[in-house]
């Protein structure tokens, strides 16, 4: 028996059963494709979130007063106050491991440019923090160690702030003078555009100015710091120097060996490693929801198949009794699914890729197609399609020519 | 009897189904020869044998026991492969319900069963599928679906396809028990023509009337041969189609 017979025998079959050939392939098409856009939707999110906590910066340090501190987000009320102007020099000066440290007072305030008016955040910081988390400033320049002395009136304004107070985002608004909260403030540089963080938030409504213009001129208490970033010199020491930090902070608050800290330390890692966890349940949901689309895409091929034994049984019989061997049978069926199954295959890696990039365009969200995940949604339809093919034609070619032509 | 090998000898052929609990005794030990050449008609009333009888001696069923051989070569002990060998070079087999396949052309039809002989060259597959679909009256008809076929044009096209492998016996259980009678006599025109070129006929009918094209006729009965004789007025259905069309020509100028 030559092979290209059985080949033209498939072929034949597949052409004269077109509905049956495609609603067989469909149940592939769609279990490949919704595996593929799920996978490519989660990783993307996956890649965002870390690409937004690698922009806090890798090594960076964060304290906040308070012991009840988590995620990086403030519980409950801000009066808890338990770090001082003081504790940021001291670790500047003291801790060996801490490269960078800016103390960072943050307020919500109104900005003012003649009869625009925008509501913004203002942080107080001083020149390392912009090193610390990668912050650049495109237009002017940033604020000199003698501007934070003089507790000077001046300050360095994100894109969308320049876009609301001067219309338009392009516009040099170095050396304007705005008014905010009423004080006047000059803006002497423009930060490099950032962009929308994971979590929808525009980095670039901002306003940075001096620690200490912020501090005496903005906030009601003049000693204490809302909170500290901090830099270790390098990423293997983090917690050496988380440790380091702690013990300063310790002494400095005068705590007693049994009492907790009245602040809390949290690093990138700590951070990366919270939103890792929520990344990886999020992974682990688009990962059932598309197992699922396989299973469902699976029994679609399963049901075709079966369904369709009746018809083929007979047919096999027929094939049988004018002399077709078991195995031309099953090499017939075997060519059937696979083509069905590749070509279904192939028809859902492109679908896939299409409502994955359809997302990241309409949707706005991030989509990375995965090789893994075309890998595996193709060779798990493949294996179904080719199972369910030939399963039932070999149950089928076991039989006599007769009991496969009286088979109802 | 001369001493040359019959082309079918069957020793103490016996058939017993079993469904479930119940046995039913379909053949008791029936043994018979058939000659290179002949034309037998298998009679019988229904439920007496004859399909089960039929199956086995096309290779479709196996025996409860017996021994069967074809040109001398014992057939039951032969394998899966082997048998389906035998069913496609030197049985042509045809159904009471045609059994072609659906969706199908009678030309794919008939080419069906050179796909699975590799001794046809491709090249030559149309070719002898359009001859054999000629040789039974259908040159005309050789693009056409079953569907679109009368059931004696199907069954034609079952019988092509028999041929199409030049086989040395042709099988056929009730081959016009679908059919009216004009065109159950066109069918035995065909079978006429085939015997008279030498490929032996093994027929099962439970119509007097057909049998009488055969050459000799077996009757079954509860799973046994009780008769076997030759047809004393042979029909020819060639004359008997003629004198058909001549009586309804009379009919139609009067
Ligand atoms: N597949 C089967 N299973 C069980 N019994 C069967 C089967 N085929 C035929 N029989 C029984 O065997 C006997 C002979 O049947 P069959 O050969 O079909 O007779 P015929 O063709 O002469 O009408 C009947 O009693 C029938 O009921
Ligand atoms: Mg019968």
């Not at chain 1, 903005?218 to 440790?243: C, F, G, P, R």
């Not at chain 2, 008809?141 to 086989?167: F, Y």
Request: aromatic share 6%; charged share 20%; proline share 3%.
């Amino acid at each position: 028996m030559r092979i290209t017979n059985l080949f033209k025998v498939a072929f034949r079959s597949l052409s004269r059963n077109k509905l049956r050939s495609f609603l067989t392939m469909l149940g592939i098409i769609i279990g490949v494709a919704s595996v593929i856009a799920m996978l490519a939707i989660g990783e993307g999110s996956n890649q965002n979130i870390k690409a937004s906590i690698a922009s806090l910066g890798t090594n960076s340090i964060m304290i906040f007063p308070g012991a009840n501190f988590q995620g990086g987000v403030r519980q409950g009320a801000s009066s808890i106050q338990t770090i001082k102007v003081e504790d940021v020099e001291a670790i500047a000066k003291h801790c060996d491991l801490v490269n960078y440290v800016s103390p960072v007072d943050q307020k919500r305030v109104q900005a003012v440019n003649g009869s625009e008016n925008w509501s913004t955040t203002i942080l107080g910081v001083n020149n390392d923090y912009f090193t610390i988390r990668s912050l650049s400033v495109t237009k002017g320049n940033s604020f000199t160690s003698s501007d934070e002395h003089a507790a000077a009136k001046v300050c360095v304004v994100g894109t969308t702030v320049v876009l609301n107070l001067f219309g338009d985002e392009d516009v040099d608004p170095t050396g304007a003078i705005i008014r905010i909260n009423s004080i006047p403030v000059k803006i002497i540089g423009v930060l490099s555009k950032m962009g929308q963080n994971t979590f929808g938030q525009d980095q670039d409504d901002i306003i940075l100015a001096p620690f200490p213009t912020v501090q005496k001129r903005m906030m009601s208490s003049s000693s204490y710091v809302n909170s500290i970033l901090a830099s270790a010199v390098s990423e293997d020491q983090i917690t050496d120097a988380v440790d380091e930090v702690s013990g300063l902070l310790r002494e400095k608050h005068k705590l007693a060996p049994s009492d907790d800290n009245d602040f809390t330390v949290r690093t990138q890692s700590d951070i990366s490693n919270i939103f890792g966890a929520i990344s990886s349940v999020m992974t682990i949901l688009l990962a059932s929801i598309a197992g699922i689309s396989l299973l469902v895409g699976g029994i679609g091929i399963m049901n075709i198949m079966l369904v369709s034994v009746t018809e083929r049984t007979r047919e096999i019989g027929i094939r049988m009794a004018i002399g077709a061997k078991g195995r031309d049978i099953l090499v017939q069926f075997m060519i059937e699914s696979i083509v069905l199954s590749f070509a279904g295959g192939l028809i859902g890696i492109a679908l896939g890729i299409g409502v994955s990039e359809l997302v990241a365009i309409f949707g706005g969200w991030p989509v990375v197609i995965t090789l893994s995940s075309v890998l595996l949604s193709f060779s798990f339809s493949a294996i179904i399609g080719v199972f369910f093919g030939w399963y039932p034609a070999r149950k089928a070619a076991s039989l006599n020519p007769i009991d496969a032509l009286r088979y109802e | 009897m001369t001493g040359t090998t019959p082309l079918i000898e069957i020793k103490n052929l016996t058939k017993t189904y079993k469904t479930g609990d119940i046995e039913v005794k379909a053949l008791y030990d029936v043994s018979l020869n058939i000659q290179q050449g002949e034309f037998v008609a298998i009679m019988g009333a229904s439920g007496s044998g004859k399909s089960t009888f039929m199956n086995i001696l096309g290779c479709l069923d196996n025996p409860t026991s017996g021994e069967y051989l074809m040109e001398g070569a014992n057939v039951f002990t032969r394998s899966k492969n082997e048998l389906a060998e035998l069913r496609n070079k030197k049985i042509g087999f045809v159904f009471q319900s045609y059994n072609i396949l659906p969706r199908t052309s009678a030309q794919e039809n008939v080419e069906l069963p050179m796909l699975y002989n590799s001794q046809v060259p491709a090249k030559d597959r149309k070719e002898k599928a359009i001859h054999a679909l000629t040789s039974v009256g259908l040159a005309d008809r050789i693009h056409s679906m079953p569907n679109q076929l009368s059931g004696g044009q199907q069954q034609r096209v079952a019988i092509a396809r028999a041929l199409v492998n030049d086989p040395v016996v042709v099988m056929a259980d009730e081959p016009t028990g679908n059919l009216d009678s004009k065109t159950s006599y066109e069918i035995m025109e065909i079978f006429q023509h085939l015997n008279e070129k030498g490929i032996t006929i093994v027929m099962v009918t439970h119509e007097p009337d057909i049998a009488q094209f055969a050459k000799s006729n077996i009757v079954f009965k509860d799973g046994k041969i009780i008769a076997n004789e030759l047809v004393k007025d042979r029909k020819n259905a060639t004359e008997l189609l003629k004198n058909i069309a001549t009586l309804s020509e009379d009919k139609a100028t009067t």
